[in-house]
Nanobody
Framework: VQLQASGGGLVQAGGSLRLSCAAS????????VGWFRQAPGKEREFVAS????????RYEDSVKGRFAISRDNAKNAVSLQMNSLKVEDTAVYFC????????????WGQGTQVTVSS
């Protein structure tokens, strides 16, 4: 499966952005789709994920209540709605997918830059 991430940009603190991760080549059925981010000088970290079939969602603690991950059946895409953005959310955001039941995310999209200014 090929992943295409989009929706990054520059926003002021407190603002919102919506990222999208679209799949081509197959549907997300049977996959868990996740968002990760990597800030300059830091390791990549988990942000959120969703089981496409059950819509079970998981979040990293610092984004709970501010970010929401969801699926879009019609577009075969997963969205990450980011509200109340903070300067520390600035990073390159990547979407990834793994087969449900497997530990590793095998499929990765290109990153999209999110910059939050103060």
């Amino acid at each position: 499966v090929q992943l295409q991430a989009s929706g990054g940009g520059l926003v002021q603190a407190g603002g919102s952005l919506r990222l999208s991760c679209a799949a081509s080549g197959r549907t997300f059925s049977g996959y868990r789709v996740g968002w990760f981010r990597q800030a300059p000088g830091k390791e990549r970290e988990f942000v959120a994920s969703i089981n496409w079939r059950t819509e079970n969602a998981r979040y990293e603690d610092s984004v709970k209540g501010r970010f929401a991950i969801s699926r879009d059946n019609a577009k075969n895409a997963v969205s990450l709605q980011m509200n109340s953005l903070k300067v520390e959310d600035t990073a390159v955001y990547f979407c990834a997918a793994r087969v449900v039941g497997q530990a590793e995310y095998n499929y990765w999209g290109q990153g999209t830059q999110v910059t939050v200014s103060s």
